[in-house]
């Protein structure tokens, strides 16, 4: 069992920058690939960003390429997104999850966050 709790979330004008963070308890924090999802209104919840169980390797869907970074600190059970020069359209629930089997891919999550919400104003 993996517990992730996200923080970090709230409003922000466009072109701001916000930070993510995501807490996870229960499973060695090495042993499972991380990843960041986001929900908007009316969509499918979408993949983000993800980062490998070394933290060597990391996925970026294109829509947030060059401007977010996703990171992790062994030493505190924690992966952050770093979100710079936010749009309007990067507004979402997002959500912190947790792939036990290790892959970083879309559908191998397993264990999820309650979700942050970010608000993007133009």
């Known amino acids: 069992q993996v517990q992730l709790v996200e923080s970090g979330g709230g409003l922000v004008q466009a072109g701001g920058s916000l930070r993510l963070s995501c807490a996870a308890s229960g499973r060695t924090f090495n042993s499972v690939a991380m990843g960041w999802f986001r929900q908007a209104p009316g969509k499918e919840r979408e993949f983000v960003a993800a980062?490998?169980?070394?933290?060597?390797?990391?996925y970026y869907a294109d829509s947030v390429k060059g401007r977010f970074t996703i990171s992790r600190d062994s030493a505190k059970n924690t992966v952050y997104l770093q979100m710079n020069s936010l749009k309007p359209e990067d507004t979402a629930v997002y959500y912190c999850?947790?792939?036990?089997?290790?892959?970083?891919?879309?559908?191998?999550?397993?264990?999820w966050g309650q979700g942050t919400q970010v608000t993007v104003s133009s």
């Open positions: 980062i490998n169980r070394s933290g060597r390797l990391t």
């Open positions: 999850a947790a792939a036990s089997g290790g892959s970083w891919r879309p559908s191998a999550y397993d264990y």
